[in-house]
């Protein structure tokens, strides 16, 4: 089972849809949360961090469920500058505090 | 931010040679890292550079293939060695300025190609 997994997509909407991400991570004791996003032929970015009670950004919405391992992004009033592969990250535990374990993303499209 | 650049962007080269990659960041950083992304997969980690001693290495990483070089706080090489076609990937440097991993940032990569 790989660290962490998402769905690859692609998600294919129309501008102005809502569309949600979702991602789950293997090690319980896993520590920071992050989703980063990376447009095509570039590095990826910090988009924002997960908190445990859940985050908000403008239009960018982050849920944390540690009980259930799972991580989730939502985004409303999708733009075309949203299309892009949007990485779900997870810092593992405390002794490796380092590391950033990379899920191999989910790809999005959205159409004009 | 922290900017960081690399050199080459991108280059081709015959099985067998090896290429050095060079990392420079605008400004001090606590930690430096070497990233690989191959086609169609996602980011992983090959070592932590470390300011004059030798790298840590991640499992399947090996100094012999990927020797790593940070001579100051600013600056790194990854080396890939004898080279072959499952090399080709994308080669990231990552550098984090402080202890928190909302303080990490990446290099814009360097696109390898082994013939």
């Known amino acids: 089972r790989k660290e962490v997994e998402q769905d690859p997509g692609p998600f294919n909407v129309p501008e102005g849809a809502t569309v949600a991400f979702n991602c789950t991570y293997s090690n319980s004791a896993s520590q920071s949360f992050f989703w980063y996003r990376q447009d095509c032929r570039k590095e990826p970015k910090l988009l924002m961090s997960?908190?445990?009670s859940g985050n908000e950004d403008g239009r960018f919405t982050a849920q944390l469920n540690r009980a259930s391992q799972y991580i989730s992004l939502l985004i409303r009033d999708s733009k075309l500058s949203d299309s892009a592969t949007y990485l779900c990250v997870v810092n593992p535990w405390m002794d490796s505090s380092y590391k950033l374990i990379f899920g191999s993303g989910t790809r999005l499209l959205v159409r004009p | 931010s922290a900017v960081i650049s690399q050199k080459p962007s991108r280059d081709i080269c015959q099985r067998g040679t090896s290429l050095t990659i060079q990392c420079q960041v605008d400004s001090q950083v606590t930690m430096m890292f070497w990233y690989r992304q191959q086609p169609g997969q996602s980011l992983t980690l090959i070592a932590t550079a470390n300011q004059g001693s030798e790298a840590t290495y991640e499992s399947g990483f090996v100094i012999d293939k990927f020797p790593i070089s940070r001579p100051n706080l600013t600056f790194s090489t990854l080396t890939v060695s004898n080279m072959s076609p499952e090399d080709s990937s994308i080669y990231l440097c990552?550098?984090?300025?402080?202890?928190?991993?909302?303080?990490?940032?990446f290099g814009p990569g360097t696109r390898l190609l082994v013939l």
């Open positions: 997960v908190y445990s």
């Open positions: 990552s550098a984090r300025r402080g202890q928190g991993a909302e303080t990490q940032y």
